[in-house]
């Protein structure tokens, strides 16, 4: 990408609407399966940050199920599959190091392509991220997913955790739905009721998240089976451990109803703050790979040539898609240029002694959507 320059003293900045979207060749190879740490030539991409864990998943040349860290391997190029057991949920994502369910739609991924501007002028996907997250097929998918989590709730720093029982009781009960699961549905039809419920309740109605054998996966008694018991004797020396009573059962099958789940337990803003700590935590990573080659900048008044602050990253070459910057104080520090291709800002001080201003930088690394925004701090001293 050329450089962009600024004529003094201008402060007014040319910006790319959109990063140049480059695809790998697609590599070829045999269909192997590979869920574990990649012991090969594979990379290793993750579902979400924290990852889902027990998704069948498949590439042109890998398959598997995501292990307890959620993560798969694949080669660059290769697009992604994804399975709850015999359910798909998504195909044809672009596999890479990171995927979360606003991925998972060809047009909600698309959106994802297109930088928001922030209040500053500088480019950022979090407030697109922000936005998308509350498309209805993503919110039902996140709370579908929430809601086969082996405990009933995804606590902060844990990932969601599909487990084989689970995904055994999904399939088995996968042919007795009345219609497909479609996460586009509105929210009130994807957690109908009574006496037409949704198929996503109608699955998860089939499904004992309890350890095979305890009393909560047994069939609640029937109200036959009530009537036909025992009432429990007044006196409790009466009482006999080997008999279940009409109030025994009772208690029981209350205890069995409210064991199942149901889609309208699972709120859709709880969901909402989860996929977006995870979005964060994959940006906080990204994000910390970088860094400029100096935080702070003193230079002296009568010093006017430009000068320069290059991106770097940990271990590894820069390649950046995209630039925008900013001078917080054009008054004090002036913007001369700046290049992605080089990964560097240009600038030089215009301002009296202590005179200072941030030089606000955001950038686009190759093979992401996700922007980073790193600040030098200017000085002007004498």
């Known amino acids: 990408m050329a450089a962009v320059h600024l004529t003094r003293p201008s402060f007014t900045l040319s910006r790319s609407l959109l990063a140049a979207f480059i695809i790998s060749p697609l590599l070829t190879g045999c269909l192997s399966s590979d869920s574990g740490g990649s012991d090969n030539d594979t990379s290793t991409g993750k579902v979400n940050a924290l990852g889902v864990s027990g998704l069948t998943y498949q ?11 959620g993560q798969f ?25 990171w995927v979360t369910p606003l991925e998972f739609f060809p047009d909600i991924r698309a959106l994802l392509q297109i930088p928001s501007v922030d209040a500053e002028g500088l480019s950022t996907h979090t407030i697109t ?53 479609d996460f586009g549905v509105s929210q009130t039809e994807f957690d ?22 305890n009393e909560l996966c047994e069939e609640p008694p029937t109200e036959a089976d009530i009537d036909s018991a025992p009432e429990r004797p007044e006196n409790e020396d009466d009482w006999d451990p080997d008999v279940e009573y009409k109030q025994d059962l009772r208690a029981k099958k209350q205890r069995i109803i409210e064991a199942a789940r149901s889609m ?36 002296s008044v009568s010093d006017t040539s430009n000068k320069r602050v290059k991106i770097q990253r940990i271990g590894d070459g820069v ?26 800002v240009e600038y030089y001080v215009g301002g009296p002694v202590d005179g200072e201003s941030e030089i606000v930088i955001s950038f686009l690394p190759e093979n992401t959507y996700r922007w980073v925004r790193k600040t030098l701090r200017v000085v002007i001293t004498n």
Not at 136 to 141: D, F, G, S
Not at 192 to 213: D, V
């Open 129 to 181: 991220e922000q936005q998308l997250i509350n498309r209805v097929p993503v919110t039902n998918l996140t709370r579908f997913l929430i809601a086969l989590n082996w405990t009933e709730s995804v606590r902060e720093g844990e990932g969601i955790e599909i487990r084989d029982r689970v995904i055994k009781q999904l399939n088995a009960a996968l042919p007795k739905l009345t219609g497909p699961i």
């Open 264 to 299: 309208e337990e699972f709120d859709a803003e709880n969901a909402r703050d989860y996929l977006k700590r995870e979005l964060t935590k994959i940006t906080i990573t990204i994000g910390n790979r970088f860094y400029l080659d100096n935080h702070t900048a003193k230079h």
């Open 73 to 97: 391997q694949y080669y660059p190029g290769e697009t992604l599959s994804l399975w709850v057991g015999d359910l798909p949920i998504a195909e044809g994502v672009p596999a890479q190091e």
């Open 319 to 344: 390649e950046i898609a995209d630039m925008d910057a900013l001078t917080t104080r054009p008054q004090d520090v002036v913007l001369h240029s700046y290049s992605a291709q080089m990964a560097e």
């Open 192 to 213: 109908a009721t009574g006496s037409t419920p949704s198929p996503a309740n109608q699955l998860l109605a089939e499904i004992c998240f309890y350890p095979a054998g």
């Open 59 to 69: 590439t042109a040349s890998q398959s598997g199920k995501t292990n307890t860290e």
